[in-house]
């Protein structure tokens, strides 16, 4: 395998990634707008997930120097590159995977406990 495009589906496939970088396609947004759009992710994991994709380059975390002081997150070129991947995974999505589906659900038959 690729070393390449195992790093890379590491970084898309790390929980909420692809749910952010999606939201931050249609613009900038403050941290509170981010929840608001992003309603399953807590704001600890948000925090925690925007401070990777930023470690990872995706992300800017920009400060805008007002009161009280507000924090803006956007794409950067990297980030903005993954475009064409994520809508290409939305139409995947659209034909392929059941709306009502939680993304929490078990894939696949239920296993028995071995003995």
């Not at 403050?30 to 990777?52: N, Y």
Request: hydrophobic share 40%.
């Amino acid at each position: 395998m690729c070393p390449r495009f195992q790093s890379a589906m590491d970084i898309l496939g790390r929980r909420w990634t692809g749910l952010i970088l999606r939201t931050l396609q249609d613009g900038p947004r403050r941290f509170g707008e981010l929840t608001k759009h992003i309603e399953v992710v807590s704001e600890r994991m948000l925090s925690e997930r925007l401070k990777d994709l930023e470690v990872d380059g995706l992300v800017i975390r920009k400060v805008i120097p007002s009161t009280p002081v507000h924090v803006e997150y956007s794409l950067t070129e990297k980030g903005a590159a993954l475009h064409d991947v994520l809508a290409a995974i939305e139409r995947w999505a659209g034909r392929w995977v059941e709306a009502s589906a939680p993304a929490d659900k078990p894939r696949g038959p239920a296993r028995r406990p071995t003995r």
